[in-house]
């Protein structure tokens, strides 16, 4: 496996840099994989241009004609899933079971928002006066800068290229100079489709930089960010000097509630393949465990001994069902987390430390009985910690699911439809999962609420997040 050499792509041309180069770490070996380049002021003013020149073009092609090109990108991306699965791997670490999934849910994106984007459809208000007739279109809202994080380098990116591209705007993607590779091929497979030059941009460099950058930009009409909570609010602030519009994706804490009338054995399995895919590293990963009382025992014990189970590796050995974290600061987070859960009374059941003597392995792990007002339980872990915790009633453990700032997604289990129905309607989240942890797929919203964010990905309104209303009264004389 070769890992590819990492360029910029602006207005169709593949570019290299000279300037400021940073490794590509491998984080299963700590092993450099390459290096990736660093835009600077000029080049990113480039991208800016190329973007603008992009727009112009690319908003007047019909969406069938937009339609082709982005079908023959999906087509593209499928024949090459085994190869930029491998790229995913070896930058990220998680399985190549669990890359290969995500690689091809990149192309049933792109596949959605193909059809999606010749659906557009405006609509017609009966006028209250003669000869006048009222209409509503949509718009593409304009360039585009978009922000990606490390965790779900195929997935991530796609949402905002496909709707945007969908939509008739423009783009510039910056994703996780950690994860480089796996955008570059998703660029490629763009590219190499007929994609007009300067509709897909490709940056890559200090976040600081090429955020100010953007947000500083009159050219730029749109700003859509996936990453931290403290992150996105200085980005809000940024946006609000040349009024631009944004969605916002900035993770969550999210409640898992599972009430004693289930199969425990069933539940332990469901949540536990949840909980540490992708170690862990996934913003609506089930978080924080609640099991009433009736329960509590057996479903902690067997939560454990799942977790014990897990088979720990590089992700590229298909035995592998938990790969590494995706560098050294996820690491010490863990190892934070695990000692804060001990001065709050937390009991460890499974794992708790590090493992092996390379890479950034840190065991499952399992906590149960700590505290409501530990770290764990008010701070996204971001990694392979579960802490368990026990409930007596439906509206104390509403009250204590729905006790932090977060709203991004929430779970819970029960096999009675009045609890069901209850409890999807208490939990406060942009997503509930009611006996599923399955709550997103291309054709639904995936967004949330309070401090989560603001504004979805995927479905009708991940089209909408990239275009303007226009409101249209057409007489005659």
């Given amino acids: 496996m070769t890992y590819p050499a990492i360029q910029f ?3 169709g041309v593949w570019l290299d840099s000279h300037d400021q180069r940073e490794p590509v770490i491998n984080p299963a070996t700590g092993e450099p994989l ?39 990108a999906c087509d593209l991306l499928r024949k090459r899933t085994a190869h930029v699965a491998e790229m995913l791997t070896l930058e990220q670490g998680k399985p190549i079971a669990e890359a ?24 017609i208000i009966p006028s209250r006066l003669p000869g006048v007739r009222q209409l509503v279109t949509h718009e593409p809202v304009g360039p585009v800068a978009a922000f990606s994080p490390w965790n779900f380098p195929a997935v991530a990116p796609i949402r905002k290229i496909a709707g945007a591209i969908a939509a008739g705007c423009s783009i510039i993607i910056k994703p996780s100079e950690e994860t480089p590779a796996t955008c570059l091929e998703l660029v490629r497979a763009f590219a190499d489709a007929g994609l007009p030059p300067g509709v897909l941009n490709l940056v890559y460099g200090n976040a600081a930089l090429v955020s100010e950058f953007m947000m500083r930009s009159e050219v730029i009409r749109k700003i859509s ?38 199969d425990v054995e069933r539940v332990a399995g469901i949540v536990a393949a949840g909980k540490f895919r992708n170690a862990g590293q996934v913003c609506v990963s089930p978080t924080r465990f609640y099991a009433q009382e009736g329960i509590y025992d057996r479903f902690a014990a067997r939560f454990a001994e799942i977790a014990a189970g897990l088979t720990l590796g590089q992700g590229i050995d298909p035995a592998t069902r938990m790969g590494p974290l ?47 007002q530990s770290m764990l339980m008010t701070t996204e872990p971001f990694g392979p910690v579960a802490p368990v915790v026990p409930f007596r009633t439906f509206d104390e453990v509403v009250d204590r699911a729905n006790a932090l700032p977060f709203g991004l997604a929430a779970y819970a289990f029960t096999t009675s439809a009045k609890t069901a129905q209850a409890i999807s309607d208490n939990l406060a989240a942009g997503m509930v999962g009611v006996n599923t942890l399955t709550i997103w797929a291309p054709e639904t919203p995936f967004g949330g609420i309070n401090h989560s964010g603001h504004g979805s990905e995927g479905g009708i309104e991940g089209l909408d997040a990239f275009m303007n209303l226009k409101s249209i009264a057409a007489g005659t004389l």
């Fill in 100 to 123: 290969t999934i995500e690689v091809t849910m990149a192309a049933d994106i792109i596949e959605w928002y193909a059809e999606e984007g010749k659906r557009a459809y405006g609509r």
């Fill in 34 to 72: 390459g290096e990736v380049p660093f835009a600077n002021a000029a080049l990113l003013e480039e991208a800016v241009a190329a973007a603008a020149a992009g727009f112009k073009h690319w908003r007047s092609v019909s969406a069938h004609e937009r339609s082709k090109i982005m079908r023959a």
């Fill in 225 to 262: 960010f996936t990453g931290s909570v403290p992150v996105g609010k200085l980005l809000l602030k940024q946006a609000a000097d040349t009024l631009k519009r944004t969605t916002m994706e900035l993770g969550g804490h999210a409640p898992v509630v599972i009430f004693d009338d289930v």
């Fill in 9 to 11: 792509y602006i207005n």
């Fill in 326 to 372: 995706a560098n050294p600061r996820r690491v010490a987070a863990m190892q934070a987390f695990v000692e804060d859960a001990g001065k709050h009374g937390g009991r460890i059941l499974a794992g708790g430390q590090t493992t092996g003597s390379r890479g950034n392995f840190f065991q499952p792990t399992v906590i149960r009985d700590i505290g409501d």
